[in-house]
């Protein structure tokens, strides 16, 4: 099955009005391309980043949502309200999210509900820390955090959602996953949602983040499981994002 490879910049806590405008001019250079190309920013830009992107190929994405439809909840922010910018994709179950703001696997199926709901897509992250890797629990956490979204939304849903496989240990750190990891543990996640639906897990896109720099990311998308990267800090610099699209090709 051909999957669109899908290459989103996770901008995370960075950026001003100009800075923003300054990359995504940077990023309007682009050739056209045969992936998705999404960047997320922080909430208070996205009006800007709409306005930018604007008649351009580039799809919006938010970096969180709100589990609740609305409502007294001061600071919150609703799936209606992203979408009321255009949002396309929201990042779900980040482990930054997940580690610093306590987001339990229920949370963040509750999250990927509300998303689905209001007919945007969940971009579900999942991935172990250093620690589970060596002890050889990799593949169960990432199941433990899927299998806690499918007894919310079921798997027929996984068919309108992206998981981006995010080992902790790769994130920020410099130390990316090689190809081969990446694609031991993508074919795994495909497997596992396989015995819940065969064509539910051919047809939903896993991506990979942790540390992706263009240097490394031809060698991850020749991979057959590895439908695109998330990416963080590559993706604050034009021309570095730019050469990741285009290895996605
Ligand atoms: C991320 O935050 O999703 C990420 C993958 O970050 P980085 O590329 O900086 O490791």
């Not at 589990?67 to 600071?75: L, N, P, R, S």
């Not at 610093?100 to 339990?104: H, M, T």
């Not at 991979?223 to 695109?228: E, F, K, R, S």
């Given at each position: 099955m051909i999957r669109q490879k899908i290459v989103a910049g996770n901008w995370k806590m960075n950026g001003s009005k100009e800075s923003i405008s300054l990359l995504i001019n940077g990023l309007l250079e682009m050739e056209g391309s045969n992936s998705e190309v999404v960047v997320a920013p922080s909430f208070p830009y996205l009006s800007q980043v709409e306005s930018l992107i604007s008649g351009s190929a580039i799809v919006l994405a938010a970096q969180n949502v709100s589990?609740?439809?609305?409502?007294?909840?001061?600071?919150e922010v609703s799936a209606s309200m992203l979408g009321d910018f255009g949002v396309k994709y929201v990042l779900l179950g980040h482990s930054e999210r997940r580690s610093?703001?306590?987001?339990?696997d229920a949370l963040v199926a509750s999250k990927v509900k509300a998303v689905l709901d209001f007919g945007l897509v969940p971009m579900l992250c999942v991935g172990e820390t250093l620690a589970e890797r060596e002890a050889g629990k990799t593949l169960e956490v990432c199941e433990r955090q899927i299998q806690a979204v499918i007894d919310v939304v079921?798997?027929?849903?996984?068919?309108g959602l992206v998981i981006a496989y995010e080992p902790v240990w790769a994130i920020g750190t410099g130390l990316s996953a090689s190809a081969e990891q990446a694609q031991e543990v993508h074919k795994a996640i495909r497997e596992f949602l396989a015995q819940s639906s065969e064509s539910v897990s051919q047809k939903v896109q896993i991506l990979y983040g942790g540390s992706v720099k263009a240097s490394t990311s031809s060698a991850l998308f020749q991979?057959?499981?590895?439908?695109?990267a998330l990416v963080?800090?590559?993706?604050?610099?034009a021309k570095e994002f730019i050469a990741i699209v285009k290895a996605a090709g």
């Open positions: 589990q609740e439809v609305k409502g007294a909840f001061t600071g610093l703001y306590g987001e339990i079921g798997i027929a849903a996984f068919e991979m057959p499981d590895v439908d695109g963080g800090g590559a993706s604050l610099d």
